[in-house]
């Protein structure tokens, strides 16, 4: 856990005006409360390009990143399943053209493959504080609503109950040749995401969706984190 | 800012005192024949609950009231008092309050309106400064509220003379008035027997916190039922709803649940936990039971009180009805409970006391006629509770089909009816086998045409609450109970 490195993330952040963190530092605000993200690198310079797709490796997820987009699949800036130079290469121009000057930069980022997303989250109730959602992610959150919520701090066992209670909760098991999802690491970054909550006051909203599950291990592989109005 | 200032100076709240006064001062009695306000109406209802202790009335116009003398201030009353009973126009309640206060008072309720329910300046003014008195270290409940209802000691709510005075274990806090005294003439035939009742209005100083926290520890109350519009503070609302769940019973009837408006958010999770959905997870976690209107809080507080503290996983259903089978397994299975089909020996044993043909001696047992006598239903009973799967029983009874035969033998429904065996035989069955019953009374004929009808049904109702049988009128309220039950010593076990 390293809140100082979280908090310096977002003072940085609200220092320049921003109203949210862009994918590529709410991903650093989690990893430093220990929740696992893409690995991914973040570049403005083209010809760092080839250095940075080396080290993810392929397949690859190329997006635009920037604290003032929210909606990147709508504007053409997700590009999946990168799986050369050439394409890396071309990715890049067309996000950077997309992109038209807005202060931001190209996240070449691994592609988790698994076919099962979740989403969890952090709000702020009026009256109860940091509340924590855990559920059905991807483009089933907000059609099936198959969400469960618990206050901060979470201990284990409230964690574990989430879990359980979504309609959906068998997609945690082993099923259809998938390996069970690791409920422990779940329940972590559960637990951790209302301890950011708890801790950071300056963080008003929370989300990490798609959260998808490769193998049994769980990756964050996109992240809204809104800042409180200053 | 009140409870601070308690914190640090005043002594513990003394309840005792406040739930059961031996001098109860009523401020705002008029005298006879000079009209009849709040005070004189809480007055009578008290007289007739007859109040256990001294009551004394004031008025600054003195005179007397059901030959008792009207003191004419609170100063005037020789002695200490317990309590207060304030009923006085609001713009006096403070200097009467701080009265209460200085004759050592360890509390006061205040039925008076006026105060920040108006939203004015001079009634949200008002109410500081009942908190400013009750802060010195008197207990406040009110204003603007019904009060207290303690059968134990005989102070009842406001329009309440005539509420019961069998105590038992069920608490009930709500700031409305209005649903605490529905709740307590429901209570009365339905068979919930309460500890203490309050209603606490504007909550200046006592709220739905504090009396948790008292209610948690209360030897005279197992279960804790209340409704919520707002809270205080959701911080220490939910510490204290988690550590009271962890002892007894708390269900919660949470008004204003309808989606809260325009709030603007930028993320999925913010716009999915509108408070609906937040104040069921709180509950949750807090493993306090939620329940959605009046009168599922008042099934489930019955149940609570009493079956016993465990729960039940298997049940069995025995009665008649066409459909009955189809409905108890649909709504058993809704609620994750079990209905198993009994073994074959009891079955055996069973269909011998069942009418032929068209009864069913599985589980559900259908009796296929609704004249079965009590005995051969005891000997049912009996058996289906020798199968280890079962843990509760649910007996459904159509009583109103006495009605055809009242005539041929020239009796009333309720003479004809055998209500008295059958609740007596069903406390037999419930004690011998160590297994609960629940009664379950349909009446599909509730008409003026079948006004005696609902007299034998009320009358067999009055039967099995006298013996204790928790009883509803249809089987899915029943099997929603014991799930309730389930939930929560299934949570509470979980910890």
Known sequence: MNKDRAVKIIHEAMRRGHKTLSEYESKQVLAAYDIPVTKEILLKDKNHLEKAVAKIGYPLVMKGCSPEIAHKTEKGLIHVDIRN???????????????KGVDGGVLVQEMIKGRRELVMGMTRDAQFGPCVM??????????????????APLKKRNALDMMKEIRGHKILDAVRGMEAADKIILAD??????RIGMEIPEVSEIDLNPVIIYKSKPVVVDALIVLEKA | MANKAKKSGNPPTDYERIFHPQRLAIIGVSAEASGAGFGTGIFKSITAMAFAGEILPVNPKGGSIDGLNIFKSVEEIPGEIDFAIIAVAARFVPDVLDACRKKGAAGAEIISSGFSELGTDEGKELERRIKEIAAKGIRVVGPNCFGIYCPASGLTLLPGPDLSRESGPVAFIAQSGGMSIDFAHAGKWMGVRFSKMVSFGNGADLRETDLLRYFKDDPETRVISMYIEGIQNGD????EIKTTASKKPVIVYKGGLSRAGARTVASHTASMGGSGTIWRSILKQANAVQVHDTEELAQTSLAFALLPPKTFSGISVIGGGGAIGVTACDTAEAYDIEIPPLADDLQARIYDYLPKPGSSAINPVDVANPFVPPQYLKEVLLAAAEDKRIELQIIVSLLYHYKSIAKTFNKTVAEITPYKELARVIREVADKTGKPVIAVLPNAKRGVDDLDIIEMIALTKKEYVDYGIPVFDELHDAIRTVAHVNTYYGGKNHE
């Open chain 1, 85 to 99: 130079i050439k394409e890396a290469k071309k990715a890049f121009n067309e996000i950077m053209a997309g992109l």
């Open chain 1, 134 to 151: 855990f559920g059905l992610g991807g483009i089933f959150t907000e059609i099936l609503k198959d969400i469960s919520f618990r206050r």
């Open chain 1, 189 to 194: 970054m559960l637990i951790n995401v209302g």
């Open chain 2, 236 to 239: 220490s609302f939910f510490k």
